[in-house]
Nanobody, 116 residues
Framework: QVQLVESGGGLVQAGGSLRLSCAAS????????IGWTRQAPGKERELVAG????????SNADSVKGRFTISRNNAENTVYLQMNGLKDDDTDVYYC?????????WGQGTQVTVSS
């Protein structure tokens, strides 16, 4: 059974930092692209950051470039999202996803709230 479990969300002041974690199980984690997405109410889902299977290639949305860093530890089946310089607009539920064609697996999400 595929599972993605996010953690690390919470309430933080603007300008602060959080580190999200996503623990994966039930599939060959090291073989797949993993992403972090967010979707505020009334808005489209946004792929915030993604990382290749080996970890050698990463990508970030323009909205978070220079502030968010994605990384992974394939030995521990975990992907991280280091978020620095948080802004009000970053308030959202953050979801971890595994791209396993033809399927995409999702975690339950973790809430990040940035207060100004």
């Amino acid at each position: 059974q595929v599972q993605l479990v996010e953690s690390g969300g919470g309430l933080v002041q603007a300008g602060g930092s959080l580190r999200l974690s996503c623990a994966a199980s039930g599939f060959a984690f090291r073989l797949y692209f993993i992403g972090w997405t967010r979707q505020a109410p009334g808005k489209e889902r946004e792929l915030v950051a993604g990382i290749s299977a080996s970890g050698g290639s990463t990508s970030n949305a323009d909205s978070v470039k220079g502030r968010f860093t994605i990384s992974r530890n394939n030995a521990e089946n975990t992907v991280y999202l280091q978020m620095n310089g948080l802004k009000d607009d970053d308030t959202d539920v953050y979801y971890c996803c595994a791209d396993r064609p033809p399927e995409t697996d999702w975690g339950q999400g973790t809430q990040v709230t940035v207060s100004s």
